[in-house]
């Protein structure tokens, strides 16, 4: 497995060793980034299905605003500036079903 974000490395080292490629980003972020080592494996002569595409998601969750920024004080995260992170799933237990959903369409 390779995983990262790198613009011009990663792709071509996941696509030339990797079984899989693993990011921890937002859906569209991660679409770009699964796109490049597409391209990268399409440039070596290998079949970009060969690979695994995978994202990692850190996800904070609860029945009520308080206790989502209960657990997020409780790993050191500030509820004020968490929601606005991308590499982090924040919401209630539905917005985060739709947040994981958005990873099926790339």
Known sequence: CVGGAGASRTPELAARYATEYNIFRDP????QKFDGV????????????????????????GASDAEIDARLRAVGQDPATARERTE???????????HIAAYQQI
């Open 28 to 31: 569209t972020t991660a679409k």
């Open 38 to 61: 597409r391209a990268a494996a399409e440039r070596q002569g290998r079949n970009p299905d060969s690979l695994k595409y995978s994202a990692a998601v850190q996800v904070f969750t």
């Open 88 to 98: 982090l799933v924040v919401g209630s237990p539905q917005q985060v079903i739709d």
